[in-house]
Nanobody, 120 residues
Framework: QVRLVESGGGSVEAGGSLRLSCTASGIRVSINDMGWYRQVPGKQRELVASISSGGSIRYADSVKGRFTISRDNAKNMVYLQMNSLKLEDTAVYFC??????????????WGQGIQVTVSS
């Protein structure tokens, strides 16, 4: 029912930019909490950025000032603009629909993930 499909990944040199897109179906992004996670092999998946249905935005400290999460309700899509990319940003990035509960974001539905590779 709920399907999230990421696009826009690839390889980029350090200092460059990349924009990830998440196409949603089965849900309306305008009334859901949405987020972007990333994962390096052998490590825990971590929340990078999130946006609530009310428009509240949160970022991991490691990406503040460099990444921007946004949504286009008319297109039913969520985006992650990544600027000033660093080697440590290399990971598989996942789009997610979740729910905020207090200060915590609980992931529910996942996209398949898309590779982002930053090289020097």
């Amino acid at each position: 029912q709920v399907r999230l499909v990421e696009s826009g990944g690839g390889s980029v040199e350090a200092g460059g930019s990349l924009r990830l897109s998440c196409t949603a179906s089965g849900i309306r992004v305008s009334i859901n909490d949405m987020g972007w996670y990333r994962q390096v092999p052998g490590k825990q998946r971590e929340l990078v950025a999130s946006i609530s249905s009310g428009g509240s935005i949160r970022y991991a400290d490691s990406v503040k000032g460099r990444f921007t999460i946004s949504r286009d309700n008319a297109k039913n899509m969520v985006y992650l603009q990544m600027n000033s990319l660093k080697l440590e940003d290399t990971a598989v990035y996942f789009c997610n629909q979740g729910d905020y509960s207090g200060a915590y974001y609980f992931p529910r539905h996942w996209g398949q993930g898309i590779q982002v590779t930053v090289s020097s």
